[in-house]
């Protein structure tokens, strides 16, 4: 192991210990140019919001925008300072599996069931269908293309911010909390969803689209909700500390 590499502390028994974690000067630039990239894409989808619910205001009935207002809230987060914790563990797993639940809930609708829906949609709003299709592709794919490669880079920030366990050696009191952030994981995005459908609105009424069916498609977002919700607890569930302890 290359000591350059390595940051020195003591416990609270005076003993050396040499962490593999903990910030060195190159790891501080990262985070630090990693936060002002994550400030620009947070302005940036801040920015299409305010634009397009200012150009089109009906927008605001649309359950993709509902989603999109939640990565912007997320995107505002910083993943290095433990004062976002309860905002992070709030928002970040909303908006990565409901990033999912959305895109893959689109790809359904609007291009499986109801192929000439984006021709119509350019149609009816003046758009050309390249203009439709890259909108399209903006507000459902690009949300959760992000999200992955933001867990990516941060995977350990992102871990000691949720620290979720999951491990046979915890207390109750840890199984618990570790619990509800499960929980949470799984369910938050559903009840956006049915937040929405209670608000009044409907897939035909918002979207226009006739061709489906609640008794199946319900059902399929939920499978989506579960498998990415759980590949996210996964990803983000926190490994052991790694140290060497010396002059033990």
Same mark, same amino acid.
């Given at each position: 192991?290359? =000591? ?35 400030? @620009? ?19 605001? #009935?649309?359950? *993709?925008?509902?989603? $999109?207002?939640? +990565? ?11 004062? +976002?914790?309860?905002?992070?563990? !709030?928002? +970040? ?6 990033? /999912?639940?959305?895109?893959? *809930?689109? @790809?359904?609708?609007?291009?499986? %069931? ?13 758009? =050309?269908?390249? /203009?439709? $299709?890259?909108?399209?592709?903006? @507000? ?6 992000? %999200? ?24 109750? &009191? *840890?199984?618990? &909390? ?5 929980? $949470? ?16 609105? #409907? ?6 689209? #006739? ?6 498609? !319900? ?10 919700? /759980?590949? /996210?607890? $996964?990803?983000?569930? &926190?490994?052991?500390?790694?140290? @060497?302890?010396?002059? =033990?």
């Amino acid at each position: 192991m290359n =000591s350059s590499n390595l940051a020195f502390h003591e416990d609270q028994n005076g003993q050396s210990l040499y962490y593999s974690d903990l910030p060195i000067r190159s790891q501080i630039l990262r985070d630090k140019y990693r936060f002002y990239g994550r400030k @620009i894409i947070f302005y940036l989808y801040l920015a299409y919001f305010i634009t397009a619910i200012e150009l089109f205001p009906i927008l605001l #009935t649309n359950l *993709t925008f509902w989603a $999109w207002l939640v +990565h912007t809230l997320y995107w505002e987060t910083d993943l290095a300072n433990s004062k +976002h914790n309860i905002f992070i563990k !709030i928002l +970040h797993p909303l908006s990565f599996v409901l990033s /999912f639940v959305v895109m893959i *809930t689109s @790809i359904i609708l609007l291009i499986i %069931l109801n192929p000439e829906f984006i021709a119509n949609r350019a149609e009816l709003e003046g758009h =050309s269908i390249v /203009f439709a $299709w890259f909108l399209n592709i903006l @507000i459902h794919w690009i949300p959760p293309i992000m %999200l992955v490669f933001d867990l990516i880079l941060h995977k350990e920030h992102i871990r000691k911010r949720h620290r979720i366990f999951l491990s046979r050696r915890n207390n109750l &009191k *840890t199984w618990i &909390k570790d619990g509800v952030k499960v929980f $949470w994981c799984v369910v938050s995005p559903m009840i956006l969803v049915a937040t929405w459908f209670g608000a009044g609105f #409907t897939i035909q009424g918002v979207y226009g689209v #006739t061709n489906y069916n609640l008794s199946y498609l !319900i059902p399929s977002m939920c499978a989506v909700d579960m498998i990415v919700a /759980f590949f /996210f607890i $996964w990803v983000v569930r &926190k490994k052991p500390d790694s140290y @060497i302890r010396l002059n =033990s």
